[in-house]
């Protein structure tokens, strides 16, 4: 039974490695006088295959909505088709749109290639292609939507200046590829330059995300704080987690307004499961950071203190291990042994942490005001392979269907234009991009139905219609290549 001191949390132990470095886990926060109950919740692969197509049962959200706060296994998400990740289930469906990483090297006791490296990467946790939306169109094409809001870029901008701000940090930067994606990727630029002015005493910059991965990788120290969107954030916090050392370091906090779920970066390890070999140390600085967020800092540093003091003493699980250990690798429990037998310590060469009481900021998405919207246009996908797949022959057949307000512009097939106009070596493939746009100011929906209507009846097979708009009178999509 819990305590009136205590406080209960929903705890699960995950697949793979998952069992044993949570288990060593617990044993330090115990060991530690972490006032903390247990829930214990199951997820993950047995769910998975007793039907459960998101790793989860329905009773188990209940008890995930009573505690507020999860500590979570990594998760081995079968392979095959009907299966969605638990852990992105688990992100949206309780709002954690920050996903907070930090990264920092331990030399010259972790060998390590970049020394003095101490990173935090904020990544957007809910959005961008993590939406798992994919179709198959044609025989040849498949499509995934990459969906990036205002709300969404806001809320974890927002969040990375505030937690920049709580934690004493100097600089923010933003890494996108605006230069190819213009409409998502330059909102969420667009959004971190709007805020970024309300944060004057922060430093900011911009890096496209091809070279701001290469400096993770090779210059970390000269970035403090990173804000990016769902997939780069992940791409670059396991370059950031194996260049401090190894991917079984770092920790991650999935934070929302209501929710919080602790965890390590890296995944399930199936290839060292059940050895007892693993590395607990992303757990538990995951658990470390669930500390602080459940106000209970002084803890946290007394955990914290003590894994850098087994660290120190070159104590190090077969992932860390080097020339600079201390005997033999050692094991998950010998681990976490060693941290407990150090609890009290503080570092000598590292320096010892401190947390301050939990961040003080609550930050949760707001809707955008309307925009005036027009309908200028319609793109229309088609799965065409006649003829050669001369796209002379399409233009030609699509013209025949101009008319009611709407004309066809061009096509395009892999977003570059091949008609009119286009090159003989272009390769085409059977996914042809055929924009129609309003011979008027605007165009009405009925206008667009009809118009695919008259493509039906003609034989062409449309496999889906974007509709072009202008938002405010600004355009609103992109051009094509060679448009
Ligand atoms: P992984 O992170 O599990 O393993 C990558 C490599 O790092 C392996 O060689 C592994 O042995 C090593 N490694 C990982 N953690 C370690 C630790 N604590 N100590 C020592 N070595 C460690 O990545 P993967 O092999 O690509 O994925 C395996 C499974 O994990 C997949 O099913 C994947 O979907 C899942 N996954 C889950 C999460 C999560 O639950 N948050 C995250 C990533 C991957």
């Not at 922060?202 to 290469?214: N, R, T, Y």
């Not at 602790?262 to 600085?285: C, K, R, V």
């Amino acid at each position: 039974m819990p305590t009136a001191a205590t406080t209960t949390i929903a705890v699960a132990y995950g697949d793979g490695i998952g069992p044993e470095i949570t288990r060593a886990t617990l044993r330090v926060l115990e060991a530690a006088g972490a006032p903390l109950d247990y829930d214990v919740v199951e997820v993950g692969e047995a769910v998975f295959k007793a039907g459960h197509t998101s790793g989860i049962a329905p009773e188990s959200w209940d008890v995930l909505r009573t505690h507020r706060v999860l500590l979570k296994g990594p998760i081995t998400t079968p392979q095959g088709g009907g299966y969605k990740s638990l852990n992105v289930t688990l992100r949206k469906s309780l709002g954690m749109f920050a996903n907070v990483r930090p990264n920092q090297s331990f030399a010259p006791f972790v060998k390590t290639k970049q020394p003095g490296m101490d990173l935090v990467i904020i990544r957007e946790n809910e959005e961008d292609t993590y939406a798992g939306i994919e179709h198959r169109q044609t025989s040849e094409v498949y499509q995934t939507l990459k969906l990036i809001t205002r709300p969404g870029s806001e809320a974890i901008v927002r969040f990375a200046f505030e937690y920049a701000k709580a934690h004493g940090r100097r600089k923010v930067t933003c890494m996108t590829k605006d230069n190819i994606m213009k409409l998502t990727d330059g909102l969420f630029h667009t959004v971190f330059d709007e805020i970024s002015a309300e944060y004057p005493d922060l430093e900011v910059e911009h890096k496209i995300i091809d070279i701001g991965s290469a400096i993770v990788a090779a210059r970390p120290t000269e970035l403090d704080v990173v804000v990016a969107p769902n997939l780069y954030g992940d791409v670059i916090s396991d370059i950031a987690a194996e260049v401090s050392g190894s991917v079984g370091l770092a920790g991650s906090a999935n934070v929302g307004a209501d929710f919080a779920m602790f965890e390590a970066i890296h995944g399930s390890a199936p290839d060292i499961a059940g050895q007892g070999i693993a590395n607990p140390s992303g757990m538990l600085n995951g658990a470390v950071m669930m500390l602080v967020h459940l106000g209970m800092p002084r803890i946290a540093e007394t955990v914290h203190n003590a894994w850098l003091c087994a660290l120190e003493a070159g104590v190090h699980t077969g992932d860390l291990h080097g020339p600079d250990s201390d005997g033999e690798p050692v094991g998950t429990q010998a681990f976490a042994d060693a941290i407990i037998e150090r609890l009290g310590q503080r570092p000598q060469t590292l320096p010892a942490v401190t947390y301050a009481e939990a961040d003080q900021f609550r930050i949760e998405p707001q809707p955008s005001p309307r925009s005036e919207k027009a309908l200028v246009g319609v793109d229309v996908f088609l799965d065409w392979d006649d003829d050669g797949r001369q796209p002379d022959t399409l233009g030609t057949g699509l013209e025949a269907e101009n008319g009611d307000g709407l004309r066809l512009k061009l096509i395009t097939n892999r977003g570059v234009k091949v008609y009119p106009d286009g090159l003989p070596e272009t390769f085409w493939t059977d996914h042809w991009r055929c924009r129609f746009v309003a011979t008027d100011e605007a165009v009405a929906a009925g206008q667009v139905v009809s118009l695919l209507g008259r493509l039906a009846q003609a034989g062409f097979d449309v496999i889906k219609t974007e509709n072009l708009y202008t938002f405010d009178g600004e355009r609103a999509y992109s051009l094509a290549q060679g448009e």
